[in-house]
T-cell receptor, first 115, second 110 residues
Framework: NAGVMQNPRHLVRRRGQEARLRCSPM?????VYWYRQLPEEGLKFMVYLQKENIIDESGMPKERFSAEFPKEGPSILRIQQVVRGDSAAYFC?????????????FGQGTRLTVV | GENVEQHPSTLSVQEGDSAVIKCTYS??????FPWYKQELGKGPQLIIDIRSNVGEKKDQRIAVTLNKTAKHFSLHITETQPEDSAVYFCAASIPSTLTFGKGTMLLVSP
């Protein structure tokens, strides 16, 4: 049973380009969370999605950032017109909420560098 | 919303010593408290968790305690080893949400 898969592991974009980060949850998990981590900082919640629905996007910047989790395929975090400040590690976690507890497992992250 | 405070931010111990990391949470509705270990360049790994109907849980050298009245929980690592060196995050969860502490960098010196 594969864990949470994120790709790419490393992504370099020039300022103004678009970044697309992908996350395939663990088998049987229908909940996906995206977090951002700056160097030597904690995990900042961005968005929580279930299949085809955004449940909580309170941590996501209002502009340039969007997320989706379609019925088929991975969850996508999209950053348009990237700026230097978007450089960070982006982690995805998935859970099943079985029994009412959010036991979440993380992927290895995508490290975005904006040059 | 939930707020999780974690202390200390850095902890240095000698190999073989014990390490304790403490967290407090604000929302009494939180019912699940996981701990994650993050090694350099990797994603957070779930190492132990505790549910609100349990006061203590142990798994080999690591243990977690929960005091619901005081709204705090702690991670205890005994007989530390150099490979325990990492950043440790606590989290508090209401179903479908996870709020993290800012992390503790644990350094275990041989």
């Amino acid at each position: 049973n594969a864990g949470v898969m994120q790709n790419p592991r490393h992504l370099v974009r020039r300022r103004g380009q678009e970044a697309r980060l992908r996350c395939s949850p663990m088998k049987g998990h229908s909940h996906v969370y995206w977090y951002r981590q700056l160097p030597e900082e904690g995990l900042k919640f961005m968005v929580y999605l279930q299949k085809e629905n955004i449940i909580d996007e309170s941590g996501m910047p209002k502009e340039r950032f969007s997320a989706e989790f379609p019925k088929e395929g991975p969850s996508i975090l999209r950053i348009q017109q990237v700026v230097r400040g978007d450089s960070a590690a982006y982690f995805c976690a998935s859970s099943s909420d079985r029994g009412g507890y959010t036991e979440a497992f993380f992927g290895q992250g995508t490290r975005l560098t904006v040059v | 919303g939930e707020n999780v405070e974690q202390h200390p931010s850095t902890l240095s111990v000698q190999e073989g010593d014990s390490a304790v990391i403490k967290c407090t949470y604000s929302d009494s509705a939180s019912n699940y408290f996981p701990w994650y270990k993050q090694e350099l360049g990797k994603g957070p790994q779930l190492i132990i968790d505790i549910r609100s109907n349990v006061g203590e849980k142990k798994d080999q050298r690591i243990a977690v305690t929960l005091n619901k009245t005081a709204k705090h929980f702690s991670l205890h690592i005994t007989e530390t080893q150099p490979e325990d060196s990492a950043v440790y995050f606590c989290a508090a969860s209401i179903p479908s949400t996870l709020t993290f502490g800012k992390g503790t960098m644990l350094l275990v010196s041989p």
